[in-house]
């Protein structure tokens, strides 16, 4: 069983930087992939960023390809997103995922760890 707790979200400007923290509890952290997902006000949840369990791999949606980097810390059991150059439709709430094996990880119906979810919001 792993608890997933995030932290960090609040208001950005557009522009400006924002980093999440997502803390996982367990022994076996490094055996997981992890991803952040979001979801807006009436949209579904949608897939954000994606990282192997010994992070040689992530993987980003197109829209924060280049602006938004998804990293992990094994030692520390946990998983962070830089939000760099964050524009106003990335506001949402953002959520920590975790899976024992990356497979469709473009999906959240693939996830069996949630964490609660942070509010992110960015001004214009």
């Known amino acids: 069983q792993v608890q997933l707790v995030e932290s960090g979200g609040g208001l950005v400007q557009a522009g400006g930087s924002l980093r999440l923290s997502c803390a996982a509890s367990?022994?076996?952290?490094?055996?997981?992939?992890m991803a952040w997902f979001r979801q807006a006000p009436g949209k579904e949840r949608e897939f954000v960023a994606t990282?192997?369990?010994?992070?040689?791999?992530?993987l980003y949606e197109d829209s924060v390809r280049g602006r938004f980097t998804i990293s992990r810390d094994n030692a520390k059991n946990t998983v962070d997103l830089q939000m760099n150059s964050p524009k106003p439709e990335d506001t949402a709430v953002y959520y920590c995922?975790?899976?024992?094996?990356?497979?469709?990880?473009?999906?959240?119906?693939?996830?069996?760890?949630w964490g609660q979810g942070t509010q992110v919001t960015v001004s214009s």
């Open positions: 990282i192997s369990g010994g992070g040689e791999l992530a």
């Open positions: 367990g022994r076996t952290f490094s055996t997981y992939g």
């Open positions: 995922a975790g899976v024992r094996y990356l497979s469709r990880w473009w999906r959240a119906d693939e996830y069996d760890y």
